[in-house]
Structures are given as C-alpha cells and as structure tokens.
C-alpha cells in the first residue's frame, strides 16, 4: 500500500478516492502513507480523498468525473466499471480474478494490470506508469477509454 500511497502522491494530475476497506479485525492506523502524503495531497492541492471503510462504489463509478477504477476484478464491478465507461487497473488477488484482469486487457482491452495477488513486489514507479496508460496520457491509454 505504500507503493500505491507513492504513486499517488506522483501522479500530480490525477484527483483519487481511494476506499481502503481492510481484512476483517484489521485497523487501519495509517501507516501506508508516505511521508508528507496527508499534507501534500490533501491540504495542498485538495485532489485526493482517503475512505477507510465503506463507499458506494456504484455511486462513484457512475460520476461523471471518473477517470479509472483500480479494482481486484470481480466481475461485478468490472460491469458497473464498463457500464459506466470507465477504464480499469486490475489488481487481482484470489481465483478467477485473475482470468478476469488477463481477459480484459489482452482480449478486450479496457484494463492494464497493476499487479497480481496479495504479496505483489510491484514499485511505485510501475503503479504510476499504468495509471498514466489508463488515464489517457499516451495513444494506448486513449485506445484504453475509446474501448470503454
């Protein structure tokens, strides 16, 4: 999670929400910000919102204002995630989400896979690459929300 609280903190165009809803008898203290992230993402340039529980994902996906979804691809958000015309990052962690992100950025082409599973090395640098992609910073990345 800091790898992602990080890219986030690069990604100086890009305004977040990110839900962050622990494991069951986990808390969250926090601890996966960066150093300086509350203060200059959110008191700075006000473009991110952290919620540690519960959001309507429904609700958000179908705002007008929503760039991408970084989702571990179960197939029901995928489809909310489409309906309403927003690209993906996929990040699957257990069972046929992992088919699911493969399927959707190789055959369909509406997703580019941040990672795979709970114990992913992936490197900030990495994370902030694809959401540029998704994001439509490059010609993939505007084939990407042509698709969606």
Same mark, same amino acid.
């Given at each position: 999670?800091?790898?992602?609280? $990080?890219?986030l /903190?690069k990604?100086?165009r890009? +305004?977040?929400? @990110?839900?962050? %809803?622990?494991p069951? *008898?986990?808390? $969250?203290?926090m601890?996966? %910000?960066?150093e300086?992230?509350?203060?200059?993402?959110?008191? /700075?340039?006000?473009?991110?919102?952290?919620?540690?529980? @519960?959001?309507?994902?429904?609700? $958000?996906?179908?705002?007008?204002?929503? =760039?991408?979804?970084?989702?571990? !691809? =179960? @197939?029901?958000?995928?489809?909310?995630?489409?309906?309403?015309?927003?690209?993906?990052?996929? @990040?699957?962690?257990a069972?046929?989400?992992?088919? /699911?992100?493969k399927?959707?950025?190789?055959?369909? *082409?509406? !997703?580019?896979?941040?990672?795979? =599973?709970? +114990?992913?090395?992936?490197?900030?640098? /990495?994370?902030?690459?694809?959401i &540029?992609?998704?994001?439509? $910073? +490059?010609?993939? *990345? +505007? &084939?990407?929300? %042509?698709?969606?």
């Open positions: 999670m800091m790898e992602l609280a $990080i890219a /903190d990604a100086n890009v +305004n977040f929400i @990110w839900v962050v %809803r622990p069951l *008898g986990f808390v $969250i203290n601890e996966f %910000r960066a300086g992230f509350v203060q200059r993402v959110f008191e /700075d340039q006000n473009r991110g919102l952290i919620v540690p529980k @519960w959001a309507p994902q429904v609700e $958000i996906l179908a705002h007008k204002s929503v =760039g991408a979804f970084l989702t571990h !691809c =179960g @197939w029901s958000l995928v489809l909310e995630s489409l309906e309403n015309g927003v690209p993906l990052l996929g @990040w699957p962690i069972a046929e989400q992992f088919y /699911d992100a399927f959707l950025e190789q055959d369909v *082409g509406v !997703c580019v896979e941040v990672a795979r =599973g709970n +114990n992913s090395q992936v490197k900030h640098d /990495d994370i902030l690459e694809k &540029e992609v998704v994001m439509g $910073i +490059n010609e993939k *990345g +505007n &084939e990407i929300r %042509r698709k969606t």
